[in-house]
């Protein structure tokens, strides 16, 4: 009967952070965004069913008490996929909680599929559920800071893709664009008219003559 509890449990928890896991992230200037899961999502997802095809399958085909030590290898199973294609750590954590309520319940089905000699609920230990409870936890924080390390490392190591090395010849062939030539020559154009504005003001002010003032605007003329 522990287990059932223990999958509610887990069951609950995954639903919730699944929940989380969809609402958008507030960004520095106030807007929101989806939360990343991540450049390999659908491996992530066939990587969470085939180990929930193997925690149902297992006690099944190999011994009822199988769950209790997938309890202790889904540590290594989620870390694996976590390491190779890892995702959102909310969604992962999600996954997680969910694969551990499957595994809970996967012992009892056994029991009821194979007719083993056990009935498939017997029992109720406090102690097993909070045990149950406090390794999925646990597992879940795990993978979930091991999916968002390694999607900063993913993200971090990203690097500009190199030019090709027809890259340079071409440009040294072709003629610069139209825009590149304007730009600086209209940049030109605006600091001339600034100091023709200057020495104008200078001398409606009376700080130069007339012979400074040619002088002055011959010199930046260029004539």
């Known amino acids: 009967m522990e287990t059932i509890l223990a999958a509610l ?103 009821m599929v194979g007719n083993y000699p056990y009935p498939p609920f017997s029992g109720f230990h406090v102690s097993l559920i909070w045990i149950t409870t406090a390794i999925a936890f646990v597992n879940a924080f795990l993978i979930a800071v091991l999916c968002n390390w390694r999607l900063r490392k993913q993200r971090g190591g990203q690097l500009v893709e190199p030019a090709s090395p027809n890259a340079k010849s071409e440009s040294k062939g072709s003629s610069p664009s139209p825009v590149n030539l304007e730009r600086p020559v209209a940049a030109a154009q605006v600091d001339i008219s600034l100091q023709l504005e200057r020495l104008a003001q200078l001398k409606a002010a009376g700080s130069l003559s007339e012979s400074e003032f040619q002088a002055a605007k011959s010199k930046i003329l260029g004539a």
């Open 9 to 111: 449990i887990s069951a609950i928890a995954s639903i919730v952070v699944a929940y989380v896991s969809r609402t958008p992230t507030r960004k520095a200037d106030d807007t929101y965004a989806p939360r990343p899961t991540g450049p390999h999502h659908g491996r992530w997802v066939a990587g969470m069913i085939a180990i929930a095809f193997w925690l149902i399958l297992a006690p099944i085909a190999i011994h009822h008490d199988f769950p209790d030590i997938n309890m202790f290898a889904l540590f290594v199973l989620t870390a694996a996929v976590a390491w190779f294609w890892p995702v959102n750590g909310w969604e992962a954590a999600a996954w997680v909680f969910g694969l551990h309520a499957l595994n809970s319940v996967a012992e009892p089905l056994a029991r």
